[in-house]
């Protein structure tokens, strides 16, 4: 089974609109951890917004907010008030194993988001 | 200050022949990944290094592929007899890796190799 599922290749939305990018994860470690990084076409990664399975709270980094629901093991990004240079690919990550354990990330397939003016 | 950095940032090559990629982390940090981006894919695993050492190299595809950190900063990735296959974007990233927070991993902008 895939660790780290990102069922939507591609979306398309309006400039100014909300969206949520999707990712559901996999793993029978209750410790474990999920990110969410940007890539835009220069290639370059660039860390949004992390989430600990022990968090309570929702993380929120800005405009970026992570909805955690653990029972269902979904980790979706919502970006608030959407930019031009919003228009990336964005990767779901998952680390395994508690903080300062196991280090290396699991990465999704990506959804490319394109805003449109 | 200065982010990730990688050399070189393209590099053709003929299959057969040897690669090494280079990695320079953040000042700092004392962990260090390596990453595999075949086009239209997530970022792959290879290697991690805690210090000088390899702590988990499980993601490397097989002995043709090398990775070194001799005194803990730089890495060099190294690939010998090169096969059209290995043609990807390789990804260098750093973290600080304290006990507490979320240990984000800082990704460098990555080498383009191509193996004609």
């Known amino acids: 089974a895939q660790k780290i599922t990102q069922t939507q290749p591609g979306m398309f939305v309006q400039e100014k609109e909300a969206v949520t990018l999707d990712c559901t994860y996999d793993?029978?470690?209750?410790?474990?951890?999920l990110f969410w990084y940007k890539q835009p076409s220069s290639g370059e990664m660039i860390f949004l917004i992390y989430?600990?399975?022990?968090?309570?709270q929702n993380a929120t980094e800005g405009r970026y907010s992570l909805n955690f629901q653990k029972a269902r093991k979904s980790a979706n990004l919502v970006i608030s008030a959407s930019q031009l240079g919003d228009s990336a690919m964005y990767f779901c990550?998952?680390?395994?194993?508690?903080?300062?354990?196991?280090?290396?990330?699991?990465f999704g397939t990506g959804t490319r988001l394109t805003i449109i003016p | 200050g200065a982010g990730v950095s990688q050399t070189p940032s393209n590099k053709v090559t003929e299959k057969g022949k040897y690669v090494e990629l280079r990695c320079d982390p953040i000042s700092g940090h004392t962990a260090l990944y390596w990453y595999r981006q075949s086009l239209g894919q997530g970022p792959e695993f290879l290697i991690y290094?805690?210090?000088?050492?390899?702590?988990?190299d499980s993601g490397l595809p097989n002995d043709r592929f090398f990775a070194v950190r001799p005194e803990g900063s730089v890495s060099t990735l190294k690939i010998q007899r090169t096969e059209r296959g290995d043609s990807a974007v390789y990804l260098c990233?750093?973290?600080?890796?304290?006990?507490?927070?979320?240990?984000?991993?800082?990704f460098g902008p990555g080498t383009r190799l191509t193996v004609l």
């Open positions: 989430q600990g399975s022990y968090d309570e």
């Open positions: 990233a750093s973290s600080l890796r304290d006990r507490g927070g979320a240990n984000e991993q800082f």
């Open positions: 793993t029978s470690d209750q410790s474990y951890g």
């Open positions: 290094f805690q210090g000088t050492g390899a702590a988990d």
């Open positions: 990550a998952m680390r395994e194993g508690p903080n300062f354990g196991n280090e290396k990330l699991t």
